[in-house]
């Protein structure tokens, strides 16, 4: 079974950046794909960013387009999200989700596991 961690949220500025990392054990990673979804206080949950097994293949939420970043190192067990140009309405819980069949997806049903979340505060 793998288990997934979310690390890198805290409080941040409006125009600041983070990088959030999602760090897998247990499992084989790299035939995987992974998605950041996130979820902010009485809204659904939100897909942001998913990447195939490889790498080669990224998908992006319009909202963050041209801000974020998703890549992964799979010798490392890790998929990264770089942030930035944050906004307010960027704040939210993330968590990121492996999908078994290492196709990319923006909808949370076909991601297998879940990770805890690790939270995202942006200041105006």
């Known amino acids: 079974q793998v288990q997934l961690v979310e690390s890198g949220g805290r409080l941040v500025q409006a125009g600041g950046s983070l990088r959030l990392s999602c760090e897998a054990s247990?499992?084989?990673?790299?035939?995987?794909?992974v998605g950041w979804f996130r979820q902010a206080p009485g809204k659904e949950r939100e897909f942001v960013a998913a990447?195939?097994?490889?790498?080669?293949?990224?998908y992006y939420a319009d909202s963050v387009k041209g801000r974020f970043t998703i890549s992964r190192d799979n010798s490392r067990k890790t998929v990264y999200l770089q942030m930035n140009i944050l906004k307010p309405e960027d704040t939210a819980v993330y968590s990121c989700?492996?999908?078994?069949?290492?196709?990319?997806?923006?909808?949370?049903?076909?991601?297998?596991?879940w990770g805890q979340g690790t939270q995202v505060t942006v200041s105006s």
């Open positions: 989700g492996l999908d078994y069949r290492g196709d990319p997806s923006r909808w949370y049903l076909d991601y297998d596991a």
């Open positions: 247990g499992r084989t990673f790299r035939s995987y794909a």
């Open positions: 990447i195939s097994w490889s790498g080669g293949i990224t």
